[in-house]
């Protein structure tokens, strides 16, 4: 069956340094993958996606990850982050073709101050 | 832009009450979920549906169930409200196919 395990629950950082927010999944099987961002008292937003193709991905708000298939990984950086970036974020993986439902990681914490 | 939207944002129930969360999107989408999200937990599945009147239990069902009878509604019935119930629930859509899911902007429950 599938996991994703987001190795840290709270990120602190100062504004203006680099963050990595690790996620590493099973599957045995080809994969989507995804990172969504939670703003306190919000849905989610999707910030990038990892279907096909290039493994580097870039998504909104100078987000990218790169997708490891020997390690499994889907790593999120920014190489300077901004206060408002201040969030939760969610990886997430869909197996196979059909894609359907979405297998979330329990959440990263990003917390940036001055 | 696509349009998730729930018919709540916050609700207070008392136990045993029957509760229903509403949702619709906008996209023609075929796939509707549901989700709870807890503190520590991340989001979890309670149901799905890839199509009009079918739907598929997700990881935690019990205490739950579902309806949809258009295409663009999804509704989350909770028959007899507990307090274990309480926390916040998501509705999402997306297309058939790889792609991503759209959210709502959730409904905080809580059930006194």
């Known amino acids: 069956a599938q996991s994703v395990t987001q190795l840290d629950s709270q990120v602190p950082v100062f504004e203006e340094a680099p963050v990595e927010l690790r996620c590493n999944y099973s599957?045995?099987?080809?994969?989507?993958l995804f990172w969504y961002v939670q703003y306190p008292n919000q849905g989610l937003q999707l910030l990038l996606k990892y279907l096909s193709g290039s493994t580097l991905v870039k998504g909104i708000n100078g987000f990218e990850a790169e997708f490891n298939k020997s390690q499994t990984s889907f790593h999120l950086r920014k190489p300077s982050v901004h206060i408002s970036d201040t969030a939760e974020y969610f990886c997430?993986?869909?197996?196979?073709?059909?894609?359907?439902?979405?297998?979330f990681g329990k959440g990263t914490t990003l917390s940036v101050s001055s | 832009d696509v349009k998730v939207t729930q018919s709540s944002r916050y609700l207070v129930k008392r136990t045993g009450e029957k509760v229903f969360l509403e949702c619709v999107q906008d996209m023609d989408h075929e796939n509707m979920f549901w989700y709870r999200q807890d503190p520590g937990l991340g989001l979890r599945l309670i149901y799905f549906?890839?199509?009009?009147?079918?739907?598929e239990k997700g990881d935690i069902p019990e205490g739950y169930s579902v309806s949809r009878e258009k295409k663009e509604r999804f509704s989350l019935i909770l028959e007899s409200a507990s307090t274990n119930q309480t926390s916040m629930y998501l509705c999402?859509?997306?297309?058939?196919?790889?792609?991503?899911?759209?959210f709502g902007p959730g409904t905080r429950l809580t059930v006194t």
């Open positions: 549906s890839y199509d009009v009147k079918m739907k």
């Open positions: 997430a993986v869909s197996e196979g073709q059909a894609g359907t439902a979405l297998i």
């Open positions: 999402a859509s997306k297309s058939a196919g790889p792609y991503e899911q759209y």
């Open positions: 599957s045995s099987v080809s994969v989507y």
